[in-house]
């Protein structure tokens, strides 16, 4: 994913994957992030189709302020990187 694809997202709340410590790659695509809010458990939460984070419990009643933010890769980060490496023997 380039970063000129992150621009794209300006008009709405983003972050990049880093900032959530954890995250999931599935086929190249970003699929799952652990929400970066300190209410929230350590846990990955699934992305919807626009790589937004969906609803999820937290530690605090009430509606998670970081559902909805769009979860971005960041600078020089690609999604082969975080596939799994076959070993050469």
Do not use: Y
Request: aromatic residues 8%.
């Amino acid at each position: 994913m380039s970063t000129d694809h992150c621009c794209e997202a300006s008009a709405g709340p983003w972050i990049w994957a880093s900032a959530c410590g954890m995250i999931c790659v599935h086929s190249g695509r970003l699929t799952q992030a652990n929400c970066p809010s300190r209410f929230c458990p350590p846990q990955l939460v699934p992305l919807d189709e626009h790589g937004r984070l969906t609803a999820h419990d937290g530690f605090v009643p009430g509606t998670c302020p970081w559902i909805g933010v769009r979860v971005f890769l960041g600078p020089g980060m690609a999604p082969e990187d975080f596939e799994p490496k076959r070993a050469q023997s």
